[in-house]
């Protein structure tokens, strides 16, 4: 829903093109995995598919799931991980979605061995496809970061992220908690990767000292499962598996997460932070807080569609 939400932003500031919308898709070997259920953790299961089709229907946006109804001037995503055959060769506007996973070996995998499909890295090889026309980032320091990975600095635009561009706004909310410990969950596992959940819950319940304790539960993750591991281990800890993390980190004193895009809400609004990757870093990555980033990208679209129709 990240990208979903983010793309819609975009579109809003274009009421006068003509837009049509669509779940994330795959095409190729891709979508073989997808319909042979095999990806049902990804952007592309039926669960994910399923809840950006109801917000595009809730809206009453023209929806051309898999792109095939029209002959399209531009496309508009926020993942390149998979670039899909109808796509190609066309303008794309790529925008990115959040925080990117760590560079792991299998990063080091995907960049170097040609056969191996960037997806296998996660979010670390996002930017790496080069099929897009622009690239529309988070902040400088992102813009460094995507340089230094080898994405071509001439098609990067610092424009900000439309979902964490204005992170104040999470502070009016009606959340009825306050000056809590939030702990932020990820769904590694749900991706085939290892987590130490026991360990997280344990280091939160150290941390909260006796403070009231709420998790958020990652939208992929198996919610019965975590939800027993958290009773375990922390009996009185308050369990979401849905609704606004945004407003919830606004609302609380002390936030913990282990990779989650989320941590830059926290930074953003000064929260005592805990996580699993270098916050000095981190605060270098911040998305840019100036509330512009859908018209900031909505411009750069308008750039390649008049460049387009030249």
Same mark, same amino acid.
């Given at each position: 829903?990240?990208? @979903?939400?983010?793309?819609?932003r975009?579109?809003?500031?274009m009421?006068?093109v003509?837009?049509?919308?669509s779940?994330h898709?795959a095409?190729?070997? &891709?979508?073989?995995? +997808?319909?042979?259920?095999l990806? &049902?953790?990804?952007?592309l299961?039926?669960k994910?598919v *399923?809840r950006?089709?109801?917000?595009? +229907?809730e809206?009453?946006l023209r929806i051309?799931?898999? =792109? ?8 508009v995503? #926020?993942?390149d991980?998979v670039?899909?055959?109808?796509? +190609?060769?066309?303008p794309?506007v790529?925008?990115?979605e959040?925080? @990117?996973?760590? &560079?792991?070996?299998?990063? +080091?995998?995907a960049v170097r061995?040609?056969?191996?499909p960037?997806?296998?890295? =996660? ?10 026309s ?5 902040s400088k320091?992102?813009?460094d970061?995507? !340089? ?7 098609? !990067?635009?610092?424009? =900000?992220i ?12 009606e959340f ?6 939030l702990v932020c ?8 990767r290892f987590e *130490?959940?026991a360990a997280?819950?344990?280091r939160?319940v150290?941390i909260a000292?006796g403070?009231r304790? !709420? ?7 198996n919610?019965?499962?975590?939800a027993?591991?958290i009773r375990r ?6 369990v ?6 945004e407003e919830m980190i606004?609302n609380c ?5 282990r990779?989650? #895009?989320?941590?830059?809400?926290a930074?953003?609004l000064g929260k ?7 916050q000095e870093?981190?605060?270098n990555l911040?998305?840019?807080q100036?509330?512009?980033a859908?018209? *900031?990208?909505a411009a ?11």
């Amino acid at each position: 829903m990240n990208q @979903t939400t983010q793309v819609y932003r975009v579109a809003t500031q274009m009421s006068d093109v003509d837009a049509w919308f669509s779940p994330h898709y795959a095409t190729g070997f &891709e979508e073989w995995l +997808r319909r042979l259920r095999l990806a &049902e953790f990804t952007v592309l299961g039926r669960k994910h598919v *399923n809840r950006s089709l109801r917000f595009f +229907r809730e809206r009453g946006l023209r929806i051309d799931y898999g =792109g095939t109804r029209n002959d399209y001037d531009l496309v508009v995503t #926020s993942s390149d991980l998979v670039v899909q055959e109808n796509i +190609r060769r066309r303008p794309v506007v790529l925008i990115q979605e959040g925080m @990117t996973d760590p &560079e792991t070996w299998l990063f +080091r995998l995907a960049v170097r061995v040609p056969c191996v499909p960037r997806w296998v890295a =996660g979010t670390a090889t996002n930017g790496l496809s080069d099929e897009y026309s622009c690239f529309c980032v988070a902040s400088k320091g992102y813009r460094d970061l995507f !340089i230094r990975k080898g994405v071509k600095a001439d098609k !990067i635009r610092v424009t =900000g992220i439309p979902n964490f561009d204005h992170c104040r706004k999470y502070c009016e909310n009606e959340f009825p908690h306050r000056g809590y410990v939030l702990v932020c969950t990820s769904d590694l596992r749900e991706k085939y990767r290892f987590e *130490n959940r026991a360990a997280l819950i344990r280091r939160a319940v150290d941390i909260a000292g006796g403070r009231r304790l !709420i998790f958020k539960l990652h939208p992929n993750e198996n919610v019965r499962r975590a939800a027993l591991e958290i009773r375990r281990l922390a009996p009185h800890a308050l369990v979401y598996s849905s609704g606004s993390a945004e407003e919830m980190i606004a609302n609380c004193d002390v936030f913990i997460t282990r990779y989650s #895009s989320t941590v830059y809400v926290a930074l953003a609004l000064g929260k005592e932070v805990h996580c699993d990757l270098d916050q000095e870093e981190l605060r270098n990555l911040v998305p840019d807080q100036h509330g512009q980033a859908a018209e *900031n990208i909505a411009a750069v679209c308008r750039e390649l569609l008049a460049a387009s129709h030249f």
